[in-house]
């Protein structure tokens, strides 16, 4: 079976390279980015600016390879990777809840941002 998915648009943060990087939207607070739609998809936003909050699924575009047992941050002892965070995956999607701060047309203003720049957006629910 072949799944493939397509971008729905792009998120930016302020995040270019994964050390220091915040490890969830916790440890992100009021840290803000933006998620750019793509223009084909923004008739979707409709109806979104009841929403406090929105959960961002995207791809990991820097995750190469993985390990089914990690050593999270912060941590010490190894860890199954179904248990963590941990960007490198078999399938290497993302998930986070942040703020939604405003819709500027096919832009989002979001804060709590814990996703590096440039990550392509899957989905917003």
């Known amino acids: 079976?072949?799944?493939e998915y397509q971008p729905i648009g792009t998120i930016h943060s302020t995040f270019t390279e994964p050390?220091?990087?915040p490890i969830q939207p916790a440890g992100a607070l009021g840290i803000q980015g933006t998620v750019e739609i793509f223009p084909e998809y923004r008739a979707g936003l409709q109806d979104l600016d009841g929403f406090s909050h929105i959960i961002l699924l995207?791809?990991?575009h820097?995750?190469?390879g993985f390990d089914l047992r990690v050593i999270p941050?912060?941590?010490t002892e190894p860890r199954g990777l179904?248990?963590?965070r941990a960007p490198n995956r078999p399938n290497a999607l993302g998930l986070?809840?942040?703020?939604?701060?405003d819709i500027q047309g096919c832009t989002l203003p979001i804060a709590n941002v814990d996703i590096l720049d440039g990550t392509p957006l899957l989905d917003i629910k």
Do not use: E, Q
């Open 1 to 3: 079976m072949k799944i």
């Open 73 to 75: 941050f912060m941590d």
């Open 58 to 60: 995207y791809h990991f």
């Open 19 to 21: 050390t220091g990087m």
């Open 96 to 101: 986070s809840v942040v703020k939604l701060l």
């Open 62 to 64: 820097r995750s190469h």
């Open 82 to 84: 179904f248990a963590t």
